[in-house]
DNA sequence: CTATGTGAATTTATTCACAGCA
DNA sequence: TGCTGTGAATAAATTCACATAG
């Protein structure tokens, strides 16, 4: 919209735009502050700009990603990370025929390794191993020191409340949208 | 834990296994109608089949693939899907390079085809095409009779309500770590 | 007038607590 | 005894409704 130079939307503009319900819009953002002007609506700059702070999506921290399997080397070679803050610096695996090879200009490390994230300053850690070794691999990250882990394996994880996880399932999704699906009567008949 | 022989399980565990309260699961389950048996637990096998049935994930769809670029292929190149139902049996796309190539088995065909989805029994579309093409490409496949729609564009999607649409957006997700961050605080000062 | 910000009302989700079954 | 299923109690999220600012 800034793009496009639009100045300001309602909350009504924005719930219609995002299929929800205005006064949702004002109440959320009112728990930050309120950054609207009544009569007019929200500055698209400013509330973006507002937005970036309280997401914390204006400082890029240093991640680390384990198990450069299939799925991990899709999410290193994904420069979109950086968007939210996050610059993978570093990447491990288990596998002696990995480590040491190169990708996207990351050297992969071995993960008996990890412990040096802390002397890296890398407080991030992205987790891309099979599901049987998600736990323990968030264990030695947890060692590590990190504060964040973004989980996409399959499966929840333990850690300390001090460290907070955000996983990933795409599969979870996926399950969702059978259930929704009218058609799927046929089956019941 | 089928496979590994155990016979039941406690919705205390279940809860525990999933980071939720017993009473969550028990109550969630009790929806469906309740499977358990008291002083015993939920067996394993008995619950895997009904959780199945509730989401219908035991019957398979076919579903359309639009947009085979980057994320579209590597989609179209995931057999996971089938497990949760989804029969990807076509592709479209609007570049005349990649349209009559084939994919994982799948010749790619021009967008302006979709309108034969009907005809072929396909109700399930999935949307990967960019953001500024996703709503088109929705009133497209709803036109062409789709029931479901899984989308992969970072946007929300307007469709009729009869049907069911299911977004799944990577970004928003990722977007939420920093958030929880203790470190982020750093900048705060 | 228009659209925000926010208490109050309402709705929805979660948790408690316990009767009753295996 | 151990654990489910479920009403009742509690907590949380959403929506209403309106006073108030531009």
Same mark, same amino acid.
């Given at each position: 919209?800034?793009?496009?130079?639009?100045?300001?939307?309602?909350?009504?503009?924005?719930?219609?735009?995002?299929?929800?319900n #205005?006064?949702?819009i004002?109440?959320?953002?009112?728990?930050?502050?309120?950054?609207?002007?009544?009569?007019?609506?929200?500055?698209?700059?400013?509330?973006?700009?507002?937005?970036?702070?309280i997401?914390k999506l204006?400082?890029?921290?240093?991640?680390?990603?384990?198990?450069v399997?299939?799925?991990?080397?899709?999410?290193?070679?994904?420069?979109?990370?950086?968007?939210?803050?996050?610059?993978?610096?570093?990447?491990?695996?288990?596998?002696?025929?990995?480590?040491?090879?190169?990708?996207?200009?990351?050297?992969?490390?071995?993960?008996?390794?990890?412990?040096?994230?802390?002397?890296?300053k890398?407080?991030?850690?992205?987790?891309?191993? #099979?599901?049987?070794?998600?736990?323990?691999?968030?264990?030695a990250?947890?060692?590590?020191?990190?504060?964040?882990?973004?989980?996409?394996? #399959?499966?929840?994880?333990?850690?300390?409340?001090?460290?907070?996880?955000?996983?990933?399932?795409?599969?979870?999704?996926?399950?969702?949208?059978?259930?929704y699906? #009218?058609?799927?009567?046929?089956?019941?008949?």
């Open positions: 919209m800034s793009k496009e130079g639009q100045q300001s939307i309602s909350s009504r503009d924005l719930a219609d735009f995002l299929g929800a #205005p006064s949702q004002r109440k959320d953002f009112s728990y930050f502050g309120g950054f609207g002007t009544p009569g007019v609506g929200y500055k698209v700059e400013k509330l973006a700009k507002q937005i970036e702070k997401l204006d400082i890029t921290q240093k991640a680390a990603l384990v198990g399997g299939n799925l991990g080397s899709v999410v290193l070679a994904y420069q979109g990370f950086r968007i939210y803050g996050f610059d993978i610096a570093a990447a491990f695996d288990t596998d002696s025929k990995k480590i040491g090879k190169k990708l996207n200009n990351i050297t992969i490390e071995d993960v008996s390794n990890l412990w040096t994230l802390k002397r890296r890398i407080n991030i850690g992205i987790i891309t191993v #099979p599901r049987d070794a998600a736990q323990e691999t968030a264990d990250l947890v060692k590590a020191g990190v504060k964040g882990i973004l989980n996409f394996s #399959p499966c929840y994880i333990t850690v300390p409340k001090k460290v907070k996880v955000v996983t990933i399932d795409i599969a979870m999704d996926l399950a969702r949208l059978p259930y699906m #009218p058609a799927s009567r046929a089956t019941n008949t």
